[in-house]
T-cell receptor, first 113, second 117 residues
């Protein structure tokens, strides 16, 4: 079945550092790919998404490119801020079983000033 | 526009007790979902309702029942709570129009933290 694998956390960085959170997936066909963010004590919010190969999703300085050849959707940000501290989830939604999101295990990110 | 709301925010139950988690959305979405979040496991789908009047099992439905009361509301019931059901429960909704529904964003509520002793 469909699955998502994220780099394990927790990840701790200093403010203004470069961020990469790796995400790879297994799915049939061309799923849609998502990054959700969960701030402390809150629900999940969509950060960005991409619905076809080579699409780049971007929001709030974060970017991720849908790479079909490597089945990856890595999240990047050039200069992180303390306010980016949160848990980040990579997820996919496939053509089959399109009702559900399949989530990775989440990566906790802490940014120190 | 409140989005997706859930009640209660936190609940403690004893083993064997029952309770209902409530969820409502004001975005006129067709589909609604219940997920549970456990440490190190991401979120897993419990049940979903593709449209008003329909419900289907997700990945981990055992021990739960659901009711799609109307287009706005989707409740999750634990008939006899067990410690294994200690988790954070999230409700979500999506518009679910047409054949491109797999591209749609799901919108999440703030969650209900449940502790079963």
């Amino acid at each position: 079945g469909d699955s998502v694998t994220q780099m394990e956390g927790p990840v701790t960085l200093s403010e203004e550092a470069f961020l990469t959170i790796n995400c790879t997936y297994t799915a049939t066909g061309y799923p849609s790919l998502f990054w959700y963010v969960q701030y402390p004590g809150e629900g999940l919010q969509l950060l960005l998404k991409a619905t076809k190969a080579d699409d780049k999703g971007s929001n709030k300085g974060f970017e991720a490119t849908y790479r079909k050849e490597t089945t990856s959707f890595h999240l990047e940000k050039g200069s992180v801020q303390v306010s980016d501290s949160a848990v980040y989830f990579c997820a996919l939604r496939g053509l089959q079983g399109a009702q559900k999101l399949v989530f990775g295990q989440g990566t906790r990110l802490t940014i120190n000033p | 526009n409140a989005g997706v709301t859930q009640t209660p925010k936190f609940q403690v139950l004893k083993t064997g007790q029952s309770m209902t988690l409530q969820c409502a959305q004001d975005m006129n979405h067709n589909s609604m979902y219940w997920y549970r979040q456990d440490p190190g496991m991401g979120l897993r789908l419990i049940y979903y309702s593709a449209s008003e009047g329909t419900t289907d099992k997700g990945e981990v439905p055992n021990g739960y029942n659901v009711s799609r009361l109307n287009k706005r509301e989707f409740s999750l019931r634990l008939e006899s709570a067990a410690p294994s059901q200690t988790s954070v429960y999230f409700c979500a909704s999506s518009e679910a129009l047409g054949r491109a529904r797999y591209q749609e964003t799901q919108y999440f509520g703030p969650g209900t933290r449940l502790l079963v002793l």
